[in-house]
T-cell receptor
């Protein structure tokens, strides 16, 4: 398995601002994923982040709104840009260790936009 | 393409009763299937997974699930519910054996356990 931490754990932000969420893993992993969980909803994949390449975004998500960095094999950031109340969600990162066919999830970042 | 249907957004059981959470999947290739649990204000924890080995899969906390290809189902069961099992449960599917686990989640089932 993998131990994953996220910062911040929660935040309250004003509309029009941006927030960068950090995801740190305790081991090197090839693939990292960012999900959004809107209130009372299931998880939706935002993008896949591989080290050394551009993130791959799912339909409905764009780089200008959700820029992602993946500077090394243990760290990634997701920025939620120009926020609106509709961005209020839990944002979770996950990793695929590549050896167990399983994704492990971080604790999530609970974002509220006023 | 893959999809998952979880029947019942809420399931209520009494402590000690059987837990049955339903999951049906659709997949154009042999799937991998997962159950995750989310406790309040926490991230997702893997309960169990099916990756084309044994069709009856045992997980943590006494849960198990059976992969039934003919029924395209992967229902989650536990013989005796405990108060601590109250949580949100998510079924997920991915295209198996591709080296890239893009998960598609169901809408979740909230398990309520009463004394």
């Amino acid at each position: 398995s993998a131990v994953i931490s996220q910062k911040p754990s929660r935040d309250i932000c004003q509309r029009g601002t941006s927030l960068t969420i950090q995801c740190q893993v305790d081991s090197q992993v090839t693939m990292m994923f960012w999900y959004r969980q809107q209130p009372g909803q299931s998880l939706t994949l935002i993008a896949t982040a591989n080290q050394g390449s551009e993130a791959t975004y799912e339909s409905g998500f764009v780089i200008d709104k959700f820029p992602i960095s993946r500077p090394n094999l243990t760290f990634s950031t997701l920025t939620v840009s120009n926020m609106s109340p509709e961005d209020s969600s839990i944002y979770l990162c996950s990793v695929d260790t590549g050896s167990t066919d399983t994704q492990y999830f971080g604790p999530g970042t609970r974002l509220t936009v006023l | 393409a893959q999809s998952v249907t979880q029947l019942g957004s809420h399931v209520s059981v009494s402590e000690g009763a059987l837990v049955l959470l339903r999951c049906n999947y659709s997949s154009s290739v042999p799937p991998y299937l997962f159950w995750y649990v989310q406790y309040p204000n926490q991230g997702l924890q893997l309960l169990l997974k099916y990756t084309s080995a044994a069709t009856l899969v045992k997980g943590i906390n006494g849960f198990e699930a059976e992969f039934k290809k003919s029924e395209t189902s992967f229902h989650l069961t536990k013989p005796s519910a405990h108060m601590s099992d109250a949580a949100e449960y998510f079924c997920a599917v991915s295209p198996g054996n591709t080296g890239f686990q893009k998960l598609v989640f169901g809408t979740g089932t909230r398990l309520l356990v009463s004394p």
